[in-house]
């Protein structure tokens, strides 16, 4: 996919998160609804976008991200918000669950590192913002789950050990359904 394409997607994005959001007292309740339908109009506004692959939710998440980071907003506390509105924008314009979830919870927890956050707590919320996401467009939750978590593990391991064990121990420990995945690729191992 071309360089400028995903470049549109994430200036898109920015620019319609950081107008809408700036100025709002309540960013949270905000947040979801903003991401989802600056997603819809910024993709549909691209005409030639192929909708597979995970670099355009990948392109959302980071679009959104740049435009709060912009306005001040906490990343740990507006990621599930994000990943929650970018899964549904992005599954709404066709882009399949999986490609969906998968390059938003990514995306997130690749932002994190960049930013300095808590990788594990962002992982934690993008992961419970994925599934959130899906179940709101009716799509297939426990695929959800599974597909968030091996996101989160694959991203967080792309960074460092460190950074995978303690994305690890804070799903395991706060997201229904991790346990057993976690256990699940342990014995794959």
């Given amino acids: 996919m071309p360089i400028s394409l995903l470049s549109k997607v994430v200036n898109g994005i920015k620019g319609g998160v950081n107008a809408t959001i700036k100025g ?6 905000t947040l979801v609804n903003s991401v989802k339908n600056v997603a819809v109009t910024t993709i549909k506004g691209t005409g030639e976008l192929i909708v597979k692959g995970l670099q ?3 392109s959302i998440v980071k679009g959104a991200i740049d435009g709060l980071s912009e306005l001040g907003v906490s990343l740990v506390r507006s990621i599930k918000g994000i ?9 709404e314009s066709g882009v399949p669950q999986e490609d969906a979830v998968r390059g938003t919870v990514s995306q997130a927890i690749h932002s994190a590192k960049d930013l300095g956050a808590d990788v594990a707590s962002v992982a934690v919320e993008a992961v419970k913002g994925a ?29 460092g050990n460190e950074a995978l064990e303690s994305v690890k121990t804070a799903l395991h420990e706060t997201v229904d359904g991790a346990k057993e995945i976690i256990d699940e690729v342990k014995a794959k191992a």
């Fill in 56 to 58: 355009v939710p990948a």
């Fill in 131 to 159: 599934i959130s996401g899906v179940k709101q467009v009716g799509g297939d939750s426990v695929s959800a789950t599974k597909n968030a978590v091996h996101a989160a593990l694959d991203a967080s391991k792309e960074i």
């Fill in 24 to 29: 709002t007292a309540d960013v949270g309740s």
């Fill in 83 to 91: 990943v929650d509105g970018a899964v549904q924008g992005a599954m």
